[in-house]
């Protein structure tokens, strides 16, 4: 990976999230491939004088609205912070494509942008909790050679110590079990790679967000402009990224202490909700597992039966054994390095 595209950004705006009293958000310019892109760094205003805390990172067609997660590691003693990355949720703006990018590898700036922050308000220690996508743009974050300290020197901002990574139903690979998946994988990496310009059309309402969304009768109300019912249009340029980005990170060996939570089953096709909320209506977790073993070399796994893609919106007996996973994984994390 090369280095960061820019040296500077600059704060254009800092106010109470919608989230509520509780949050504030710091939206951020700076420039990107092809336009002025902005961030957004959310933050719980509990904890302030903590040195530790957690960094979200969501997943595609998402933004962060999860104030229970945030809630959860506050009461654990953490500063929590999420980022909107550019083209996402807060940091979506007229002058780009919602979450279009050129490369996976962009998101690093975003990254950057929201350590540094952190960095500059105190926190020392950080552990990163990426979802789906994000699990894949944090993992392609954390597998690049510029290291830390040279990231520092260009930027001439210094930067938190990074301990861990936590991984929510990661897009480590494509949605096909591993058989199916060895044989398709490089037939439809040429397809996106011929038609980059092509796209998908959002038009029929998934069932994974039939089993989300209150107006559906699920258990969560957030902003269906910035993560439609639908999803957004399927870019075949996003598709051969992601392709490229999760081949390139198979090869890699990190060995950061890793936490890998996912559900116990895929429901991929499954015809009604009820059948989808039983696991994992999204990605293949026999693939994602495959992706992970070669990936990390400090790898704690943990599967949560009935858990749904974003583990954090399963049903409460679901949710509960996730941010108890979580838990007890920073738990030991800790008295490791004590």
């Not at 600059?10 to 999230?17: L, P, R, V």
């Not at 139903?169 to 398709?184: E, G, K, Q, W």
């Amino acid at each position: 990976m090369s280095a960061p595209i820019g040296q500077h950004w600059k704060q254009i705006d800092d106010c109470e999230d919608l989230l509520g009293a509780d949050f504030r958000a710091r939206t951020y310019a700076f420039p990107g491939p092809k336009t002025q892109v902005c961030t957004t760094l959310v933050h719980h205003i509990g904890n302030p004088d903590s040195t530790k805390a957690i960094l979200y990172v969501h997943g595609y067609t998402d933004y962060f609205f999860q104030t229970g997660l945030a809630e959860h590691f506050v009461r654990l003693g953490y500063r929590f912070y999420a980022v909107d990355l550019q083209g996402y949720g807060r940091s979506i703006r007229p002058s780009t494509p919602p979450n279009w990018c050129e490369s996976i590898e962009q998101y690093g700036q975003d990254l950057d942008i929201a350590l540094a922050t952190m960095k500059q308000d105190g926190v020392n220690d950080v552990v990163i909790l990426g979802h789906s996508t994000g699990g894949l743009v944090v993992s392609t974050y954390l597998a690049q050679p510029y290291a830390l300290p040279e990231r520092e020197s260009h930027y001439q901002k210094p930067f938190p110590n990074i301990l861990g990574l936590m991984l929510n139903s990661p897009f480590l690979a494509l949605p096909f079990p591993p058989t199916v998946l060895n044989r398709i994988n490089w037939p439809i990496r040429a397809i996106v790679s011929l038609l980059p310009f092509w796209y998908m059309r959002a038009k029929k309402i998934t069932l994974y967000a039939k089993t989300l969304h209150c107006v559906f009768g699920g258990e969560w109300d957030y902003r269906l402009d910035w993560k439609p019912a639908q999803g957004f249009d399927l870019s075949f340029h996003w598709l051969r990224e992601i392709i490229s980005a999760q081949h390139n990170l198979v090869k890699q060996h990190l060995t950061i202490p890793t936490l890998l939570c996912h559900s116990n089953i895929s429901t991929i096709g499954k015809e009604t909700i009820e059948e989808t909320q039983q696991g994992d209506g999204v990605l293949d977790i026999e693939s994602m597992q495959d992706a992970a073993h070669k990936i990390f070399r400090n790898l704690t796994k943990v599967s949560i039966a009935q858990g749904f893609h974003d583990l954090y919106l399963s049903h409460q007996t679901a949710r509960d054994a996730y941010l108890s996973a979580m838990t007890d994984w920073l738990d030991e994390q800790t008295k490791a390095l004590t």
